[in-house]
């Protein structure tokens, strides 16, 4: 009996000198500074070799020349990833995507710990992977000043990665290594939830902890319905008893939040959208950036705690609901590339924020909002969180992509979408798209000039296809993946992001005295197209008064115009 009660004393010493070695940068500044890239990494690699239950794989390279740490936990002390894809709920969070904004980075560091030291509960039916630090090379590129906003930490690091890129902007256009490598870690997790730890900017208000998920209805099928009438009032209330009450991400404008705010729209280029393509619920956690670094840091922390149990408690339904609506979406035809916010429902939440005023500015001498922290009140407004459908498309059988396209298929190989090569050189009948309109931001956007309003139509044509083209079945998990990046008028399709700007510049032409000579031939033995030419004249006085309207009229009515000039370069076949 005595030894069991020296073993056991000696065990407890051992867990008190464990606890005491492992604290973080953020625990000995007493919440003032947040960990270095290399301390984090550091901190990492010692759990991993004093705890069974964490694992560390790496992954790729980034665009800073260091790979991605994907710290791995399982109570079970069971990494077979596979095994964790039949029984468990995978979570699956995101640290530093802005470095500056890193109160998920050091909550991570303590979280873990204390998963590993069993001083917080460690469920075996859920499974957690971590990105360490996703923006290293934005974590290496230290300051105390690019955070103007935000309250704390003492310095952090810098929004833009090392080809200076808003990562957050990156999910599918993939400029960078590192949105490469999440989409490795993405695939080979699969997780059923998705967590991306910010700082917001903007309103001011008393709720620390604020939070972006999954639009549900974007989300859709029985996962959708199960995030917004089960999981998030589970969290919210999780939240209260932790003393940390949660709001949706604040997103009204001006000082008034009485007429309520619409949810965020996260279309495929941020993170909780992306993953959304792949039936995953996603949450962007917001800390409110003027309440200080301590208190945001350990909020992240309870957030994720409070997601843990929630997952563990509805475990058998997340899992259910992801794998009914991943077998629902393969059978699914239409799917709307855009949605549109109904305005004519709303949730009723209850907002905790400060009376505005205005007062003299000591830089302007004119009048400037302030939001008076004498004069907190509470009160329920509307929070708009219901879209509806809007260009709803129907998926073909598959597309046909010209294997000269290899940006494209690379980014497709990454996201696990399966595609069969041409065995030999082909004509098929497919269904063309060609580029009618289209505008291009005029100034650049994460070093795209990223094409909207994009006007198309249709047309069923014989195209000569070579052997090595390839074909994407839409028969498979990642249909809803495939439809939205390869389908033009997409929100954050490949066409969107320029991959296919080289069909929308003509490449040949004509000199207008050579062509004079060859047109007259060509509309007397067209008479329909000398038709149509006296028709436009008639009807439009400008370019009855233009030669070179009417010749490029011609030529473009005539064989002699490049087919590939405006037509999109991805090709649907039909059921």
Excluded at 12 to 19: M, P
Excluded at 127 to 145: C, E, P, Q, S, V
Excluded at 363 to 384: A, N, S
Excluded at 518 to 544: N, T, W
Aim: proline residues 5%; aromatic residues 14%.
């Amino acid at each position: 009996m005595k030894k069991v009660i020296v073993f056991a004393y000696i065990l407890i010493l051992g867990i008190k000198a464990s606890a005491q070695f492992l604290i973080t940068p953020f625990e000995k500044s007493n919440g003032k500074q947040t960990a270095t890239y290399f301390e984090c990494i550091r901190y990492y690699e010692m759990l991993d070799k004093q705890f069974k239950s964490i694992s560390i794989k790496l992954f790729n390279t980034t665009d800073a020349g260091y790979p991605l740490h994907l710290i791995l936990f399982s109570a079970d002390n069971n990494f077979d990833v596979l095994t964790w894809q039949k029984d468990k709920v995978i979570i699956l969070v995101n640290n530093g995507i802005h470095p500056g904004e890193p109160d998920g980075i050091d909550a991570t560091m303590m979280l873990l710990r204390d998963l590993a030291l069993r001083k917080i509960a460690a469920p075996k039916n859920v499974a957690l992977g971590f990105i360490a630090i996703y923006n290293i090379g934005g974590a290496l590129n230290r300051n105390t000043f690019s955070r103007v906003n935000q309250q704390g930490p003492e310095s952090y690091g810098f929004r833009g990665n090392a080809q200076n890129l808003d990562l957050n902007r990156d999910f599918t256009k993939n400029d960078s290594r590192n949105a490469k490598a999440f989409a490795s870690i993405f695939h080979y997790l699969k997780p059923h939830i998705f967590i991306d730890n910010h700082v917001s900017d903007g309103a001011d208000y008393q709720h620390t902890m604020t939070l972006l998920s999954t639009q549900h209805n974007k989300l859709g099928g029985s996962v959708g319905v199960f995030l917004h009438d089960k999981l998030e009032p589970a969290l919210y209330k999780n939240m209260e008893g932790k003393k940390w009450p949660l709001i949706p991400y604040v997103n009204f404008e001006g000082a008034n939040p009485d007429k309520g705010w619409a949810a965020f729209y996260d279309p495929p280029r941020y993170s909780s959208g992306y993953v959304s393509l792949f039936q995953t619920i996603g949450f962007v956690p917001e800390t409110h950036m003027l309440k200080p670094f301590a208190e945001r840091v350990r909020s992240t922390y309870s957030l994720m705690q409070a997601m843990i149990e929630e997952s563990s408690r509805q475990a058998d339904q997340i899992i259910q609901t992801k794998k009914a609506s991943e077998e629902a979406v393969i059978k699914q035809t239409g799917f709307a590339l855009t949605w549109k916010l109904d305005s004519s429902r709303f949730d009723t939440i209850h907002f905790k924020g400060y009376e505005t005023g205005t007062k003299t500015s000591g830089v302007t001498g004119m009048p400037r909002l302030f939001y008076d922290h004498t004069k907190p009140f509470e009160k329920q407004v509307k929070f708009y969180n219901y879209y509806k459908e809007a260009n709803i498309i129907t998926a073909p059988k598959a597309y046909i992509i010209p294997q000269g396209w290899h940006d494209v298929t690379d980014i497709l190989k990454l996201n696990n979408v399966k595609m069969q090569r041409l065995p030999k050189d082909s004509i098929l009948q497919v269904e063309v798209y060609h580029i009618n309109d289209y505008k291009s931001l005029p100034r650049p956007y994460e070093k795209h000039h990223k094409n909207l309003d994009v006007a198309i139509s249709r047309k069923q044509q014989s195209i000569q296809f070579l052997k090595g083209d390839y074909v994407v079945s839409c028969n498979q998990p990642a249909k809803r993946y495939i439809i939205e990046m390869l389908e033009p008028a997409g929100d954050d399709s490949f066409f969107a992001w320029n991959f296919f700007d080289a069909v929308l510049q003509q490449k040949e032409g004509y000199s207008e005295y050579r062509w004079e000579d060859v047109a007259a031939e060509y509309i007397l033995k067209h008479p329909e197209v000398k038709q149509q030419l006296e028709e436009k004249k008639k009807a439009d006085p400008g370019f009855a008064a233009s030669a070179s309207a009417q010749l490029n009229f011609v030529y473009k009515n005539s064989p002699y115009y490049e087919p590939s000039h405006l037509r999109y370069p991805v090709y649907r076949l039909p059921e």
